[in-house]
């Protein structure tokens, strides 16, 4: 039998990530998260589970990690009285390598060069720690997956788009939102993920732990509601 409290709650929603985008993609849906950075060491995180791990199990652990990082941090804060915590990481699965931020130019001009013309999958870990009475009392995790296919940047318009650093910054060195968006030829799958945050698998995760999205939308109205 099903906790008639926990289907009556309105939980916070607390996001785990830094990420503009992932920020983005929920106040369009009519969330306003409260939003709290984690602090997790990703290179330790990945180190652990070691170089033989499947990509859908490195980017799930990565997410857990930073959504139990999320909890620890907020021990004793008032906003776990009654919250959902949402922690994400997005990497590149293509050519057999898993590939996450590139962080410097020369590293994205050879991950595009390579990319050009052809298709990778961008997968998304998710995680969500259901808190009541500042206790962690459900969690649910999962990850999704969705096909990529990458056009064919002149090397003038590719040096243009490494110029505004947008690339250096994202999972796979590409966006979808953003400036990136000119040279995805397609996806399949949910665009959502591909932003950052899922929010078909973040709305069944979510029925995993007994919430729906009313109450979400209950709990986090619009800054400006």
Request: with cysteine; glycine share 12%; charged share 20%.
């Amino acid at each position: 039998m099903s906790d008639p409290s926990a289907r009556s709650a309105a939980p916070r929603f607390i996001l785990a990530s830094a990420s503009p985008a992932r920020l983005s993609v929920l106040r369009a849906a009519g969330v306003s998260p409260f939003v709290r950075v984690s602090e997790v060491d990703e290179d330790a995180v990945q180190g652990k589970l070691g170089p033989d791990a499947a990509p859908d199990t490195v980017v799930t652990e990565l997410a857990r990690a930073k959504a139990l990082d999320v909890f620890t941090a907020l021990t004793g804060d008032p906003v776990l009285a009654d919250a959902v915590i949402v922690g994400c990481d997005s990497m590149l699965h293509i050519d057999d390598e898993l590939l996450g931020k590139p962080h410097s130019v020369d590293i994205a001009r050879e991950r595009w060069r390579a990319m050009r013309g052809g298709s990778g999958e961008l997968l998304t870990g998710h995680s969500l720690l259901r808190v009541r009475g500042g206790v962690v009392v459900g969690e649910a995790a999962d990850h999704c997956g969705t096909l990529v296919r990458f056009g064919t940047p002149s090397d003038e318009d590719l040096e243009a788009y490494l110029a505004t650093g947008e690339p250096l910054k994202v999972a796979g060195a590409f966006t979808l939102d953003g400036l990136g968006g000119w040279f995805v030829d397609g996806i399949e799958g949910d665009p959502s993920s591909v932003i950052g945050i899922g929010l078909p698998l973040v709305r069944e995760l979510l029925g995993r732990v007994g919430l729906g999205i009313a109450q979400l939308w209950a709990g986090n109205p619009p800054a400006s509601a």
